[in-house]
């Protein structure tokens, strides 16, 4: 299987937004999601701005795991991985925002896996200019 392309949805400033569905991503290494860079001018740091909603509906206990990103960009991938584990059976845990030196991927996106099929939505915060 490959990474799942997870489109952002956009929170609306001093509005409001229907719950989105989300994508659905297949576990495993090398599975999961894959939230593109959709700023490739680099005005907005889009980590900072992203903020990702996980429900596990599969059926057993599971783990989510932003991979840490490449080094350039991500000159503090060294800190590792951030794990969100024990995401229990029809739960939803929420991970973000999160620091593009540490989880930038060297195409500018962000990459899930996860132990367990689930479903993973990505939150864009809207900044004010």
Known sequence: MARTAV???NLVANSELA???GTAVTSGAGNGAQIPDVSPN???ALPELTILRIV????ATGTATLLAGTNPPA???GQGNLVTSNIL???TRWMGPFESNRFTQSDGSLIVETTQN???TAF???RNT
């Open 42 to 44: 680099r005005r907005q």
């Open 56 to 59: 596990n509906a599969s059926g």
């Open 19 to 21: 719950d989105p569905a």
């Open 89 to 91: 059976t029809a739960t």
């Open 124 to 126: 864009r915060v809207p």
């Open 75 to 77: 000159v503090a991938a």
């Open 7 to 9: 489109p952002y949805s």
């Open 118 to 120: 689930m479903t993973v």
